[in-house]
């Protein structure tokens, strides 16, 4: 847990200096083609003689953001329809679990490089597909705590004592709902991370010279024999970070329940 927490400060903290650590551009050539590390230069160049450190830390920025982004669809949209569809009920309720079973059916990745596939490449398409993906398990998630909470005692008093259903909802079940679904929103950010830095990987972002981990680990496949660094680096932080994540906000509970 110490290891998890030091590591995620670290970047974190990488992100919000990135713009004063690099000091070469993230798009600039500053030397010769896979020029070795050294001073000024600590991971080297890459194939096309631009600063490795410099990318990495602008790439620690894009990633987190575009995950950061994605996590915030999937949960907004999918914790607004699932509190919707259990606070509505009857057959809100019913078309909102049978359209949930269906996207459940697909996996989340599957079903985000398949909207990638209809919109094109490109950076809103990949973090407006990641979100979509992710906010069917949020969305059950949230339905799952929701009625739960409103089998409690005290949203009977409530209600019996002549609470409307939105004051009640607002009122109750969501401050409560919150905290039970905190570990959950943790665990949708490790996803988002993961597919984003997967699609980008796979070159749907757009654009290749892009500064993003994934991005990055992609173009140094092709010099993974003579400059492994290329590789292994992205490929370690882009690990450590969702590892990290997860070990700081392990599946709850709820989840199981609602799988």
């Known amino acids: 847990m110490r290891l998890a927490r030091l590591w995620l400060g ?21 030397a010769s083609a ?10 080297g160049a890459d194939a096309l003689g631009r600063d490795f450190l410099a990318r990495m830390l602008v790439g620690t920025r894009l990633s987190l953001g575009l995950a950061g982004l994605a996590a915030a669809i999937a949960i907004g949209a999918g914790g607004a329809a699932g ?10 309720d019913r078309l909102w679990l049978w359209t949930t079973n269906v996207l459940l059916s697909i996996p989340s990745l599957l079903l985000a490089m398949l909207l990638v596939a209809a919109w094109g490449p490109g950076i809103p398409a ?12 949020f969305s059950r998630v949230t339905r799952t705590v929701v009625l739960q909470l409103l089998g409690a005692g005290y949203v009977a008093a409530a209600r019996a004592a ?23 929103a943790g665990t949708q950010f490790g996803w988002a991370f ?3 830095t997967t699609l980008t990987f796979l070159g749907l972002a ?6 993003e981990w994934g ?18 680096i992205p490929a370690l932080a882009i690990c450590l970070t969702i590892l990290s994540v997860h070990a700081l906000t392990a599946p709850s509970e709820i989840e199981n329940t609602a799988r």
């Open 10 to 30: 670290i970047v974190v903290a990488l992100a919000l200096l990135a713009p004063w650590l690099a000091q070469n551009g993230p798009r600039d050539p500053v």
């Open 34 to 43: 896979l020029a070795a590390p050294a001073r000024g230069l600590p991971f």
């Open 83 to 92: 509190f919707a569809g259990a606070m509505l009920g009857s057959t809100a």
């Open 126 to 137: 990949v973090v407006a597909a990641v979100g979509i993906g992710g906010a069917p398990v």
């Open 162 to 184: 002549g609470g409307g259903r939105l004051w009640t909802s607002l009122r109750h079940v969501l401050p409560n709902a919150l905290p039970q679904l905190a570990p959950l």
């Open 194 to 196: 993961l597919g984003t």
């Open 206 to 211: 757009g654009d290749p010279a892009l500064p």
């Open 215 to 232: 991005a990055m680990l992609n173009a140094g496949r092709v010099t993974l024999v003579s400059a492994p660094r290329l590789v292994l």
